[in-house]
């Protein structure tokens, strides 16, 4: 069965993100951490109504938020992280705080457990392969946050999403197709883009 041409250029640049990424986490240093770390929390200061933000654990060389989010609970926010529920499934979202016990999940993911009360976040931070400056982001491929995103969007008030990656991941251009969805800020260790994928100007 042939791979459509979409499909075909997200594996393509799949690969080759891998790379870059893999790169830059080698060549960053603590000062780069320092400043993404600023940038991200000025990005979510500044937005109204954002008492509850999804954050995640990373995974291989994902950026690491867990000092975000712990200083955005110092800050009275509210922190919670997904659960892959199943494949073609939006995920959920339960309240985490340091030291929780967490269980294993699918996709060398790890979650809270089941007793940890389910959250609708407001913020969603979200990990990425690549971006464009659209807002168009390329992630492991399981389309989990673009599902999620979806539902989120069909809120009165909708989520904001914010893509964290290192400044050297974006690129021309990344492949989408319809039920893609763009974040709404991509915040790097170098700059805060906002993509206007809610109608907001791009700057």
Request: aromatic share 6%.
């Amino acid at each position: 069965m042939s791979v459509p041409p979409v499909d075909a250029r997200k594996m393509q640049l799949r690969r080759q993100a891998r790379l870059v990424r893999s790169r830059a986490v080698t060549g960053s240093s603590p000062a780069d951490g320092l400043r993404f770390g600023e940038n991200l929390m000025a990005t979510i200061r500044a937005l109204p109504d954002c008492g509850v933000i999804s954050g995640y654990l990373a995974i291989a060389d994902e950026i690491d938020l867990s000092a975000v989010m712990e200083n955005l609970i110092a800050a009275g926010k509210t922190c919670c992280l997904p659960e892959v529920v199943a494949s073609h499934q939006p995920l959920i979202f339960r309240e985490w705080v340091p030291g929780d016990t967490l269980m294993p999940g699918p996709l060398k993911t790890c979650h809270p457990l089941p007793s940890a009360a389910r959250l609708e976040p407001d913020v969603l931070l979200v990990p990425m392969l690549a971006f464009d400056r659209h807002g168009y982001r390329l992630g492991w491929g399981g389309g989990f946050y673009d599902r999620t995103l979806t539902i989120l969007r069909q809120r009165t008030r909708a989520v904001v999403a914010i893509g964290v990656a290192y400044q050297v991941q974006q690129v021309d251009a990344v492949p989408f197709d319809p039920y893609d969805q763009c974040v709404d800020f991509v915040v790097t260790e170098k700059s805060v883009l906002r993509t206007g994928a809610q109608g907001g100007a791009k700057t």
